[in-house]
């Protein structure tokens, strides 16, 4: 059997299994397509499904098909990325600043702690630590995962519980929008390495030059242009990052944030990120749950998730709650609100992705995070649909 | 107490759970575990991020990493990140080296590799600022290890003399 033939045996896995499990079994209120098909990369990888059956596991996952498979998930998970930065509403968030600062800050910072005290936790046992991490790197990056919100999801979600375009709709992605700019910034300082800081210097100073001239490119560009240029900056600035140390992930997150969302279509770009969810991301699922290790042992791994969710949620909660004291929100506002910037899926899969990349956590830390991000984003539809349909009234209710 | 708050609670609870478990099992280590004095060959890096420690190498480490290379040990190739066991002798004060390969040993020290060296549990000593001069005679580490696991903790450091420091 030749390569191309694995690879499309891989492929034809990739697209069956989780679509089957998802309309069979009617997942799509607690598990949307994309959280079944995460938990089928988990199934399929080297802990579960390879170790049942190693044999079919060495057949189709060689190193030459998991490496095309990886070619094809990187390029998916850039574009994902790109329009998550581009998605960004930062004009918005500063006409709001006060109540967008004072949330979105409370929404960050008291997750990251409880995440940060589950990290040190987990920092005194073998196992989680990566082999590249200083302890402080492990902290901030497991507390970070914890106070991710993921936009692009959220932005699914809330289409689905038709509040995008409502007023609470709009406030969520103020705060996730800046949460999200948080997030990435700190990731970079997190992979800052100051063995190469003249290259990382170098490559943010060019990026910030060029950006100027990019910008006054993409204006003068008309419409059907912009889309191509977009995706060749995209390509330059992710190989940038990448080669000053930074992850090329933090380049095309960069890519989309300096960019302007006015200037796509909405109605395209809302199509190519459903494409782009169907047809690549799977591969760069699959691609994440073949990345899984359960070598610490099944139970410890399940518990450090348990206990990563519960600092997560918890100081999620916790936050958008203080924020909600400070701003005299109404009561339940701050429930509904808090579960909502909870979702964590793609964006800290990414995340934490980029962690293990860089040998910041191991593998087994890496799965007990991904546990937690399936967990977290399952609770949100079954959480939040209910109190919405008790609270109507609170979905209309702008700052 | 509505559900929320019930929540909160029950969350902050579970993670200072967590860390309170951690820290009680290293605790147990400290208290009951087998004292063991490591040689260490001390340097006094400062550190921007870390505050003002002593950055510690041991001898036995070195030991480690020689028998790894030269495929003495039971287990020759470790990777990054990986973790593997060292069956270690004491002599009549408790100085810990590399048992012989075949000599009896009841002790294994558990370690880590971190970029191709070995990881023995720490590799630095922190303390207060301005009294870095204290630990300029520092000639042995003080470790407790758990027999059954492995695990060790450093617990001080030692003078020539074993005096603590």
Known sequence: VSTTELFLIAMAIIFTVPYLIWRIAKTDYWAPLVIVQILTGILLGPGVLGKAFPEYYAFVFTPAVVQALNGIAWWAVMVFVWIAGLELDLGKAWEHRRETSITAGLALGTPLALGALAAAALLMYDGWIGPKAHAWQFVIGVGMACAVTALPILILLMEKLEILRQPMGQRLLRYASLDDIAIWGVLAVLLMDWERIGKQAGFLIVFTLVTFAFRQLMRWLPAKDRWHVGLIWLAACAFGADWSGLHFMVGAFLAGAVADRQWFDEKQMDTLRHSVLLVVMPVYFLSTGLRTNWGVGGAAVFLAAFVLLAASIAGKLLGVRLAGRVLGWKRGEASIIGWLLQTKALIMIVFVNILLDKALITSETFTALLLMAVASTMLTVPVVAPKLEKMKSVVMQEA | ?165
């Not at chain 2, 600022?129 to 005679?137: H, I, N, V």
């Open chain 2, 1 to 165: 107490m509505n559900a929320t708050r019930a929540l909160i609670l029950l969350g902050a609870a579970i993670v200072l759970g967590a860390i309170n478990v951690s820290i009680a099992g290293k605790e147990g280590v400290k208290r009951n575990g087998e004292v063991v004095y490591l040689d260490l060959a001390p340097r006094d890096p400062r550190s921007m991020m870390q505050g003002d420690y002593m950055a510690l190498r041991f001898r036995l480490a070195q030991e480690i990493e020689t028998s790894l290379r030269t495929g003495a040990a039971a287990k020759p190739v470790l990777g990054d990140g990986e973790t593997g066991f060292a069956d270690i002798a004491l002599d009549e004060k408790r100085v810990a080296s590399l048992a012989k390969p075949g000599a009896p040993s009841n002790l294994r020290m558990r370690f880590r590799m971190r970029k191709g060296a070995v990881w023995l549990g720490t590799n630095a000593f922190f303390f207060e600022e301005g009294t870095d001069g204290r630990y300029t005679s520092a000639r042995y580490g003080e470790f407790r290890i758990d027999g059954a696991s492995g695990e060790a903790v450093l617990v001080g450091l030692r003078d020539a003399k074993f005096a603590a420091l």
